[in-house]
């Protein structure tokens, strides 16, 4: 079966987007690693890119989807972490602990609970993103910005089997002056919160230039990696 070099070519593209806006913002284009979000992606086409870039990280935001198309990809070529970027339900915490690396999606203390209690029984940390809600009106999940500090308090107090490695947010669809006033204040409960080295995951396929111009410094990327073609969308 022939390779579709369409996929190689959309993630080179994107590098490189990435890299202008960070040089255009004054951000260090090496502390900026891509998730590559696979849950449209067809697992031929996970396989190419994993051959042939270091991509840093795939997302799945089911277990199962996850299982199946990451199966044969050679996630070990260049030890690809693996994040859970769904909505974090209590019957498949342990499923998820088990087999991804970062949960990016925790935004309440009674999960928090739970994954630290199921950590400790498999003997390993619960490497955690806090999530946070951008507007009121996204029916995601993600906790209040303003409640967010008293959480990670929490957190750090009574689990001592997660360790909280950053943020991530999703955005609304809105004008990049938005957008930006939204990130900015993403960037700064980061900046409050969390260390330089911990993870910042702001911007999909749509707004992904303008988050990393923000500060983010691992924006989660499906359509605009996975796409078959330039300029086209999924049809797989
Ligand atoms: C699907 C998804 C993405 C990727 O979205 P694209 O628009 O395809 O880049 C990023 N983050 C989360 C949480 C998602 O569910």
Same mark, same amino acid.
């Given at each position: 079966m022939t390779e579709n070099t369409a996929v190689l070519a959309n993630y080179d593209n994107v590098l490189e987007r990435i890299k202008a806006a960070s040089l255009k913002s004054g951000?260090?284009?090496?502390k900026i690693n891509i998730l590559a979000?696979? #849950?449209?992606?067809?697992s031929q086409d996970i396989a190419t890119l994993l051959t042939h870039r270091n991509v840093f990280a795939v997302g799945e935001s089911r277990v199962q989807d996850s299982l199946q198309k990451w199966n044969?990809?050679?996630?070990n070529a260049f030890k690809t972490k693996k994040f859970f970027i769904g909505q974090l339900q209590s019957n498949k915490t342990l499923k998820v602990l088990e087999k991804?690396?970062?949960?990016?999606s925790l935004d309440n203390a009674k999960i928090s609970a739970r994954l630290n209690e199921q950590a400790e029984k498999l003997d390993k940390k619960a490497n955690c993103l806090l999530q946070v809600k951008l507007?009121? #009106?996204?029916t995601q999940g993600g906790a209040d910005l303003d409640e967010a500090p008293a959480l990670i308090k929490v957190i750090k107090e009574q689990n001592p089997?997660?360790?909280?490695r950053g943020v991530m947010a999703i955005a609304p669809i809105a004008p990049p002056q938005e957008l930006r006033r939204l990130f900015k204040k993403v960037k700064n409960f980061f900046d409050n919160n969390f260390?330089?080295?911990d993870y910042l995951s702001l911007g999909m396929s749509e707004d992904y230039e303008v988050a990393v111009e923000e500060g983010s410094n691992l924006p989660r990327i499906g359509g605009a990696i996975f796409k078959n073609n330039a300029g086209g969308n999924n049809d797989n």
């Open positions: 951000r260090d284009f090496e979000v696979t #849950k449209y992606a067809r044969n990809a050679p996630l991804f690396d970062i949960i990016c507007t009121e #009106k996204l089997n997660i360790n909280l260390e330089k080295s």
